[in-house]
């Protein structure tokens, strides 16, 4: 049985599909690790729909997630991006089976809905500086969230005041990957979320991306790149 089990956490308001590149690229990497990317963790899509979410959805998500981490694993390592990076800092604030946490484009705050939403569009109105793919993911982005429901919304926005009271010190060694020209967060938060969480080993890696890195072809691969040499580094 392989002693390394390495967990990855995707956002919300997606079908997880922006981490298969990266859970394709740890396992080339280390074929003898247990990566487990279980892509329906609260808040994402499942099709076209986005499901009420509630706290202790959350919460039974972040309980079965340590139960696994209490298999005989030697080494626990956690992924987390955008509100995944949220959950995975709660789930290191409560145990300590996690060795290494990456976290990506971290949302720990209410994040700045009406410059999201202006920033993407304004990336579709300079369609020439888009790639295919991203013209067709924000474009897909912007249609689907036009029929969330704002109740479910705002369970989310619950969430992260419960983000906030939840996380605390963790002996985890942290990589925290700063996206320069991110839409939903700032500065200030990485800098609050990086003193909760006390650990005397956290490295900010910046990336001159949006929100939306991982699709970036050049951004992804140096990020990709990035978290697979962390996590091979001697703890």
Known sequence: MTDTLCIILNGAGTTGAELSGL???????????????????????????????????????????????????????????SLGAATASIVASKTDKVNKMVLVAPIVKNPRFKKFFKGLATNLSHKENLTKVQRLFYREFLRRFSHVPKTHVWTLQRYFYYTKLVIKPTQAKILLVETLHDEMTNTKSLDWLSQKLGSEEIERYPVNSSHFLFFDRNIRKQVHHKIAMFLKEES
């Open 23 to 81: 859970q394709n690229y740890l396992k080339k990497e280390f074929p003898n690790w247990f990566i487990y990317y279980p892509h329906n963790m609260p808040g994402v899509f499942v099709g076209d729909y986005f499901p009420k979410t509630r706290i202790s959805d959350f919460n039974r998500f972040i309980n079965e997630t340590i139960d696994m981490m209490k298999q005989p694993f030697k080494k626990v390592y956690l992924i987390g991006y």
